[in-house]
Nanobody
Framework: QVQLVESGGGLVQAGGSLRVSCAASGRSFSSYVMGWFRQAPGKEREFVGA????????YSADSVKGRFTISRDNAKNTVYLQMNSLKPEDTAVYYC??????????????????WGQGTQVTVSS
């Protein structure tokens, strides 16, 4: 069992930056692929990106590529989502998730086993 708690959301102006964090407790954080998703009002939950266990590989969705960066610190059991050049369309609740896989980076909700409660990010124009 892994418990995930996001933090760091808030209100930011367009063009600004924000870093959200996800702290994990429980079993073997370093053995999980960690992903980030987001969900805007009235929309499906969308995959943002993910990072492998040893940070050897990351994947970012086209909508955020070049603007968002995912990193992790296994010693702190924490994964980060650094968001730069934010746009109003990035407004959403951001969720972190953990996947107990070793062969690929899941890109859909069903590929993840544990979820945080989400943190709101609002980008004003």
């Amino acid at each position: 069992q892994v418990q995930l708690v996001e933090s760091g959301g808030g209100l930011v102006q367009a063009g600004g930056s924000l870093r959200v964090s996800c702290a994990a407790s429980g079993r073997s954080f370093s053995s999980y692929v960690m992903g980030w998703f987001r969900q805007a009002p009235g929309k499906e939950r969308e995959f943002v990106g993910a990072i492998t266990q040893s940070s050897g590989s990351t994947y970012s969705a086209d909508s955020v590529k070049g603007r968002f960066t995912i990193s992790r610190d296994n010693a702190k059991n924490t994964v980060y989502l650094q968001m730069n050049s934010l746009k109003p369309e990035d407004t959403a609740v951001y969720y972190c998730a953990a996947a107990g896989v070793f062969t690929h980076i899941p890109r859909t909700r069903s590929g993840y086993d544990y979820w945080g409660q989400g943190t709101q990010v609002t980008v004003s124009s």
